[in-house]
């Protein structure tokens, strides 16, 4: 069953002192199945199989009393000597245990810079050579090159010898990344300067430069050298981190203080701010842009930044307006997001109302259970207050006198009211009633029969009865399939139905959108469906709580320092059957995959104990795939069509929906992640990840020695090389999957040996357009220290594989 480069790779590194190939599975099984033997079966089947295959580190140390099973760790780092040295120390520990890390650098002061104890600080490059020099001493685990990811931000005094720094041959264990922000990327074919600043303040205005000239060195760059890559800020932040091995410090900050977030705990509308002091979880209402519906989930990691930012002010055609960042997305009636500063006058908002849309459930008991509540008003005016003036149940006119005098009853009385009404708040209910009555008052589709309810009126038959049942038509004002036009309803319901909808509240309209000064902004996150319902202040402080609107996540879901990635990768290429992929079967794939990972965060014993504290808080876990190239060519589809990206948008949705509905209970910081699979896909005997096939016959050196690799199935008319595809459609596959992963998306983009440096800057710009996380590039023959050797051609190219760090 397994291949002999699978043999051969699991013998060199992966196998223990006298176990066998098969062996290594049988181990990780009995680890991830906690006891559970049929699990164990199952996952024994898969992995020996090479249908689904956990991280290498998984492979390593499963069973072992010290084990971590994680790929990848992001470390923090302080500009103190201290800080410095101990993140050395952890990553030699995370090294040693098989894991690569991710740092960012941005935090050092840069060349020159006053110490405070006298002298000058010999830079961020300087500290780089000690982590450098440590990855030659301590390899992964002493069975692979250690990986190891240095960030620094685009603004950064040292940016430019960052820059050049592998080109004079330094920091060669390193890859390195540049993290850029959309106003650089706007900026980049203009003449546009900006300020590099010292992280020891802002204040600290070390030289000013084009922004220009930053773009055009990091192309220079990536052309001789494949480093560094491009990582943009404000996608990363929109959505998910680009990788775990990327550390974010800073995050894109959105509301203003006073923002009013609609909340699910009976309060109707709570300011962020107090949310933040409040510091915990919040149900919130959020809108599933799949069924168009109103749910409920947790609002977490509400927070204020520190940060005081542009604060852009989106006026609304009802007198409303809400306060937020440049950045912060709206979502459109159209169901598409558009961020503050691109929305236009006119542009159609999609409108939170909270008494409608979210209370439907509560107000539809209410509905049922009228006498209830009439109970309540006969016995205040019998029992409590007989002076007290009796009120029909649809007298609201009385209802906030009854509601106060409520409030003075003894305990005495308000346990009598609660044994008569089988309520413990009456108040509550009372109020909301008011609100659902006011609320009929403006919908008078309610009443469209000139009846209580329009679905018993006397002038609509039992058929068109039925027909509103299954149409939902009371409860959501449905304007297609319109039951009330059918040929049973009499001209006073139809003239009432159009009054309704002359009365209806639509979607709110932009008006302006105007500069509102800087102030101090929070964040906060919805892990399953990013959005979420806030209430629209007025600026003569009137407040309508039914007015408001959906907006994306703040910062999202940035991970944070110390953490881990758990990855796993699904093969793909099984799941061809004459012709046709399994969707059933790999959707119950996905499932056995996210069990191992959750299990891989339960039993894994952590280098640090702050990583371990970290991963019991977030439990973030990275379901991959891996294979792509092959299933595609048994499909008969090539890489570089229209069908290869339709077939991603189908395959996508099963990947997310099965992903998505494993545990929905559990939180997990990420479920999706597409990562390098070098290693794994020579013991699954694939593809690796989501890269077309490097050539029908190519090599991969290893740290354990050279494998060769080369299937029957790349004789196929439908094979499309590394090399074959040109750098529009590398970038296109690589946003076609990231729009279906939370997390990153590995994915080199290789160009033959006569790429231009144009060519470079194009796949920048056509990254960042299509939302791309961040884009690597790779340049034939550039380096002679490849990780995959081609055989048919001159060159080399490529640098994908799990024994190396990249994005």
Known sequence: MLSKNAIYLLQQRYCRQGESPEGVFKRVAETLGQGDTKFEERLFDVMVSGIFLPNSPCLFNAG????????????????????????VTNMARIFKSGGGVGINFSTLREKGARLSGGGTSSGVLSFMGLFDRTVDTVKQGGRRRGALMGILDYSHPEIFDFIKIKLEGKLQNFNLSIMV???????????????????????????????????????????CNGDPAFLFFDRINRDNPYYPEVVINTVNPCLTGDTLIAVADGRNAVSIKQLAEERKDIPVYCKDLNKRTTIIRMMRNIRKT??????????????????????????????????ASDLQPNDSLFRFQSYYNNGYRQIQNLRRSRRQYRMIYEFYHEAVNPKFERIHHEDFNKLNDLIENLKKCT???????????????????LKLWGKFEEWKKRNPAFDVAGEKNPMWGKHFSESSKEKMRKSGYHSNLKEINNPFYGKHHTEFAKQKISESRKSRIFNHKVVSVELCGYEDVYDGNVDEFHNFGIITSFADEKYVDSSGVFVHNCSEVALPNQAACCLGSINLSKFVWKNEFNFDKFEDICRVGMRALASMN???????????????KYNPVGLGIMGFADLLIKLGIKYDSQDCLDFIDKLGAVYKKATEEYDKDTFYFYRRIIAPTGSLSILADCSSGIEPIYDTTFERRLAVGVVEETRDLYKSEHVRTAYQVSPEWHVKVLAQWQKWVNGGVSKTVNLPHDASLDDIKDVYRLAWKMNCKGVTVFRDGCRNDQVLVTKTNKFNMGKCSDDTCTL
């Open 64 to 87: 072992l009393s010290k084990g971590s099973l994680h790929a990848c760790y992001t470390l923090k780092i302080q500009d103190d000597l201290a800080s410095i040295f101990e993140a």
């Open 181 to 223: 922000n959309d106003e650089f990327m706007k900026s980049i074919d203009t003449n546009k300067k900006i300020q590099l600043k010292s992280p020891m303040g802002d204040k600290n205005v070390i030289e000013t430069v084009k922004i220009k000239d930053i773009f055009e060195l990091v192309c220079f760059a990536a052309w």
């Open 306 to 339: 520190g940060c005081r930012k542009k604060i852009l002010k989106v006026n609304l055609d009802d007198g409303s307006y809400i306060k937020c960042t440049e950045n912060h997305r709206f979502l459109l009636s159209s169901l598409k997001y558009k961020e």
């Open 411 to 429: 305990k005495e009385e308000h346990n009598k009211i609660h044994d008569i009404s089988g309520d413990k708040n009456p108040i509550n209910k």
């Open 602 to 616: 339960k039993v894994s014993v952590y280098p640090l104990e702050e990583i371990k504290q970290t991963m019991e």
